[in-house]
């Protein structure tokens, strides 16, 4: 923005430079040397370094005209954010009318050029109808500015402001693109890739001290935005408010389109990303508050999972971010939430509801081979979390999250038989399943690692399991132990002398296996088995069939609410 208002005042600047020097030029047209010098002084008055002209001449037919060539335009001294304007012809039309009382007014200009800027090169033709009142309140102009980067063509057409406020505004811009790297890089912004096509359209206006920016209709690629804008100037802060739509966005996918370069995947043993997040968007606020109202069809994240029918209400007070109310549809059920963004500090804080979330669809959408259907989860988390990426987030993150899972089964003859044999020391019963009734997890989460006893429970048709231990995602490790127990009337089985199981490895990637730390136990409960000729076993198929089913669902999840 900066940019643009530099170059359009030293325009400004250049075309009245020109106006005063066909006023001198009726009285000394024989001194182009004089016309130079003067021209040049009155463009250093209006605060540019430099102004050069190769050529300059006034012409009386058909109409009184100041014509240039050659015009060199350069930025102010001490400028930071540098650029060039030369101009191969410059033409400024004087009033008729007013020239004959003497007094020089100009009336249009056509401007045809480049500049550059940061290296890159703009070609500009502009063409304004009037602009006898540059300078004063609300001047405008009507007119066409294009503008070829190379691959990328804008145009604006309409009133165009003659004053750097810019009141009075009322413009149409188009955009066609083959890749918008020129243009980006032209404001020194470098993509490491080609970006897709692009095309966009809008309506600007500014009427005081607001600017409104309506019809919006921008396609990148295979995605497509509209929405509007408004920004108030009228108060210590810009206030802006903003609404967005769009019927599908592919996260992944976008990211290549403006420009990004490819991620690989993860690695099998790791959960996420250490990509930077972009905090310097949030950053780029500071100064400003306003809302955004967004509504998506759908959105696909970079793992898989599918988003759709996505609401979100945000407000925002320079960096700090918050989503007052979020609601989306996924993986079968739905999710509300509310969430907090501090761009300077890198802190999210966010509360979600989850229900009916199927964990079939969850290993489905992420493109896991896991032979599992249903499982409908409840999930309830409240997260603080600080960092620069993704991994960062979960290595510092805390707070409660419950989840409990409904019905589901888990289609693995190997893990059926080896359920059968752990409640009845046999597999001939095995139905080649786990037919899970409930799943339930309690999480206290500090600094990225949650742990406890009883934490995760599960109960299937025909056992019952409940876990102590931790879930880390510091090094996205998990270690969880506990004994398989039969479903009361079950009898007994392997799991009766094997003592606990462990669940244990990287998140990604678990095993089960029996719990190493078990093994003398195990040997002396097997001995004394055979010892007692099964009467230990048979006394323990006693003890079982007269025990009370308690819940290991339920239980992880009063366990958190007690500990909180």
């Not at 988390?381 to 960092?387: E, K, L, Q, Y």
């Amino acid at each position: 923005m900066k940019c643009w208002r530099s170059i359009a005042v030293g325009v400004a600047a250049t075309v009245v430079s020109l106006t005063i020097v066909a006023a001198i030029a009726l009285h000394v047209l024989g001194d182009p040397e004089r016309l130079q010098t003067y021209a040049r002084d009155k463009a250093r008055e209006a605060g540019l370094r430099d102004l050069a002209i190769g050529d300059i001449a006034l012409h009386l037919l058909p109409r009184p005209s100041v014509f240039a060539s050659d015009v060199s335009i350069f930025d102010a001294f001490g400028d930071k954010d540098p650029w060039q304007l030369h101009a191969d012809r410059v033409v400024v039309s004087i009033a008729l009318w007013p020239l004959l009382r003497g007094e020089v007014s100009p009336h249009s200009v056509r401007i045809e050029g480049d500049i550059v800027h940061y290296g890159h090169h703009l070609k500009v033709v502009a063409a304004l109808d009037d602009i006898s009142h540059y300078g004063q309140p609300d001047a405008v102009s009507d007119g066409k500015v294009d503008f070829d980067w190379g691959k990328t063509h804008a145009t604006i057409k309409g009133r165009i402001p003659l004053q750097p406020q810019l009141r009075g505004t009322a413009v149409t811009t188009r955009l066609e693109s083959q890749g918008l790297n020129d243009m980006l890089g032209f404001f020194g912004i470098e993509r490491p890739r080609t970006t897709a096509p692009a095309r966009a359209h809008l309506e600007l206006s500014r009427t005081g001290a607001l600017t409104e920016i309506t019809d919006v209709d921008a396609t990148l690629g295979k995605h497509r935005v509209t929405g509007s804008a408004r920004i108030s100037g009228s108060g210590p802060q810009p206030i802006v408010e903003v609404s967005l739509r769009s019927d599908r966005i592919d996260w992944a996918q976008l990211l290549l389109e403006t420009g990004d370069a490819p991620v690989a995947p993860l690695p099998p043993t790791e959960l996420f990303y250490d990509r930077p997040i972009a905090w310097p968007l949030l950053v780029a606020l500071q100064g400003m508050h306003g809302t955004i109202d967004a509504r998506l069809g759908s959105l696909s994240l970079r793992n898989g999972v599918e988003l759709q029918h996505v609401k979100a209400d945000m407000t925002f007070e320079g960096d700090d971010l918050r989503i007052s109310r979020f609601t989306a549809n996924l993986l079968g059920g739905s999710v509300t939430g509310t969430m907090q963004f501090a761009g300077r500090k890198k802190q999210v804080h966010t509360r979600i509801q989850g229900t009916g979330l199927l964990l079939e669809r969850w290993f489905k959408e992420r493109g896991r081979e896991i032979p599992f259907t249903g499982g409908a989860m409840a999930i309830n988390a409240s997260i603080n979390a600080t960092g620069n990426s993704m991994r960062d987030l979960a290595k510092s993150m805390t707070g409660p999250v419950s989840i409990q899972m409904g019905p589901g089964v888990y289609a693995s003859q190997k893990a059926g038989d080896a359920e059968a044999i752990m409640v009845a020391f046999s597999k001939k019963d095995s139905t080649g399943v786990i037919a899970f009734e409930c799943g339930g997890a309690g999480l206290s989460f500090m600094q990225g690692r949650a742990a406890g006893n009883a934490i995760v429970g599960a109960r299937s048709n025909v056992s019952r399991l409940l876990t102590s231990g931790y879930i880390s995602l510091r090094d996205e490790t998990v270690d969880l132990r506990g004994r398989v127990q039969p479903k009361p009337g079950m009898g007994v089985g392997l799991s009766a002398i094997a003592g606990n199981i462990r669940i244990a490895g990287s998140i990604r990637a678990m095993k089960v296996t029996l719990d190493p730390a078990a093994t003398p136990e195990v040997a002396a409960r097997a001995g004394a088995a055979v010892l007692t000729l099964g009467l230990s076993l048979a006394g323990s198929a006693i003890a079982n069939a007269a025990h009370q089913d308690n819940d290991p669902c339920t239980t992880a999840s009063q366990k958190q609410r007690a500990d909180r």
